[in-house]
């Protein structure tokens, strides 16, 4: 009796470890649309990066992650509305390495000069100079003036920069071999 009763024990110990784990299921339903699921791709890809980021738990891996997304959009569907959107969002974002290191700089300049040959007429285009003159003319160790005098340039021929931006700009070309202190208030 206690054998049978052993074996019932160990056959009932066995049906339940042989169950099958639960297979996670995902939530991203495939539209057929290429471009609006790789689109949702790079939304998703933002979302998962800024929660990370608010949590502290943002990794080079993540910004990676995001920024191919955005690449990947761009280069599938380049004449797309949002293509500028996608350049623009790899310029402005932070790329997971410190301000002013070389790869920071590289990385948001060649998307950012890309933006700017590609889409001369983006709404984006003013920002996006606007962002790699900060990006060059906070660097110390990284700096490059003469990208800082093309892109104080380019600033200067915008039809968007008002006459007190011009002369702003006019007074720092005469002074862009240093660096601004953001620090000062």
Same mark, same amino acid.
Request: charged share 30%.
């Given at each position: ?20 784990? *639960? !297979?996670?299921?995902?939530?991203? !339903?495939?539209?057929?649309? !290429? ?6 791709? !790079? ?17 080079n891996i993540h910004y990676m ?12 569907? *380049?004449?797309? *509305? ?39 007429k983006s709404k984006f285009r003013t920002m996006t ?49 240093? *660096? ?6």
């Open positions: 009796m206690k054998k049978i009763l052993l074996i019932l024990l160990l056959l009932q110990f066995y049906s339940c470890s042989d169950e099958k784990t *639960p !297979v996670k299921t995902n939530k991203k !339903v495939k539209t057929g649309n !290429v471009k609006i699921d790789l689109w949702t791709d !790079v939304k998703t890809a933002e979302d998962s990066l800024y929660s990370k980021k608010s949590a502290n738990k943002a990794k992650n995001y920024f191919s997304r955005l690449t990947e959009f761009y280069t599938q569907f *380049p004449s797309d *509305p949002k293509a500028d959107s996608c350049l623009f969002a790899i310029c402005a974002t932070e790329t997971g390495f410190p301000i002013g290191h070389s790869k920071h700089i590289a990385l948001q300049e060649q998307y950012g000069d890309t933006l700017l040959l590609k889409y001369p100079i606007q962002n790699l003159i900060y990006l060059h003319d906070q660097a110390i160790k990284n700096r490059n003036t003469k990208k800082l005098d093309y892109y104080y340039n380019l600033l200067l021929n915008d039809s968007l920069t008002s006459k007190e931006e011009k002369e702003e700009i006019k007074i720092r070309l005469k002074t862009i071999d240093k *660096p601004i202190d953001f620090t000062k208030k």
